[in-house]
């Protein structure tokens, strides 16, 4: 069985920054992509960022991009997303999310992703 648990979250002022951890546990073969997606009240889920877990490339949302990082640690099984400079409209429940099949390069979409954590809630306010 895979698992993914979500921690880093919190309550920050516009224009500070946050650092969100994924652990992942099972599923040690056919891991392909990690993602980072979130979900403000009565919106879809978005994709944020994403990485392959075997090299290194890394996918950005427009919005985010130049100030959110993604990375892994391939030793301790573990995404991250580093979060600089944060807007109050980033509010949102962040979820990490792990692609078992491997069918899309640099996957985008929620239905790509296989497994996802309960979620971390960022809060960002003015």
């Known amino acids: 069985q895979v698992q993914l648990v979500e921690s880093g979250g919190g309550s920050v002022q516009a224009g500070d920054s946050l650092r969100l951890s994924c652990e992942i546990s099972?599923?040690?073969?056919?891991?392909?992509?990690l993602g980072w997606f979130r979900q403000a009240p009565g919106k879809e889920r978005e994709f944020v960022a994403g990485?392959?877990?075997?090299?290194?490339?890394?996918w950005y949302a427009d919005s985010v991009r130049g100030r959110f990082t993604i990375s892994r640690d391939i030793a301790k099984d573990t995404v991250y997303l580093q979060m600089n400079s944060l807007k109050p409209e980033e509010t949102a429940v962040y979820y990490c999310?792990?692609?078992?099949?491997?069918?899309?390069?640099?996957?985008?979409?929620?239905?790509?992703?296989?497994?996802w954590g309960q979620g971390t809630q960022v809060t960002v306010s003015s």
């Open positions: 999310a792990a692609d078992y099949t491997g069918f899309d390069a640099e996957p985008r979409t929620a239905g790509s992703y296989d497994f």
């Open positions: 990485i392959s877990w075997t090299r290194s490339p890394t």
């Open positions: 099972g599923g040690r073969f056919s891991r392909y992509s």
